[in-house]
């Protein structure tokens, strides 16, 4: 990859390695660091990874281990907060804003391999192989992180769900 | 699909950067120092030249101070050698005094 195909890159994938970020971290400050760290990266061995889909494997792999590794070196020291994130999706359809918000940050407070597996699933599209060689992981193993994931995230989300159903309730009682 | 998958998939859709993100990017791989790029291994350069250049300067020291302790001791030996020769001579004289009297009227 040359230099004009690097400053090309940055254009073209900014997008994804971000929103990979963003939906790890649910904090956009992070998030940007990262990102920025994961292109400079690119950069300093920019000369070793072939533009295209070479370029997005490298990008997707290596955002997501800075992502883990960044909890993990938080986890010693400050704890990662979680910002409400300015919704500013690509496209965006009608659905209820602060439900989505609330998944962001069940799936931001999932532990980081399980975390990464949804965040390449839903976020990215990727099928349990494509994680798997992704995460230098197992199928089975990116299936099981993937079940446990989503039944936590479901049973958070009816515990949601319930608490806001009762809320005018409790309202009126009050 | 199931509806939390559904949640799932709308919740993490792709996000745009904050504006100006490429630029800053492009900034940070121009800057001659970059804090993402910094290089161990000057550190480490810099390191060693302290450690030698410090080695060196005190070896010189303590050549220096040994140059100097060395001409204090010639110095303490030739004030000693002066004051001997100088008792030895009053020595002569007092027994030349004592012993040979009828030598010295």
Known sequence: MTKAEFESSVREYQGMVYSIACSFFHNATIAEDVAQEVFLRLYEG???????????????????????????????????????????????????PLLQEH????????????????????GEDLDADEIGRTLQMPVSTVWSHLQRGTAMIREKSARYMKEKENEPMRTRSS | MNQCERDLHEALRRREPPVGFEAKVLARTTAPHAPGTFSWRWLAVAASVLVIGGTVVIQEQRRAESEKAKEQLMIAFRITGSKVRDIQARLDSIQKRVVYPQLNP
Request: glycine share 2%.
């Open chain 1, 46 to 96: 920019h000369r070793n990874v072939e533009i295209g889909a070479h370029c997005v494997a490298w990008l997707r792999r290596s955002t997501v281990h800075r992502c883990i590794d960044t909890v993990r070196r938080a986890s010693h020291g400050n704890e990662i907060s979680m910002d409400p994130l300015p919704d500013i999706p690509v496209d965006a359809p009608e659905t209820d």
């Open chain 1, 103 to 122: 998944v962001r940050r069940l799936v931001a407070s999932l532990p980081e391999k399980t975390r990464a597996v949804m965040v390449l699933r839903f």
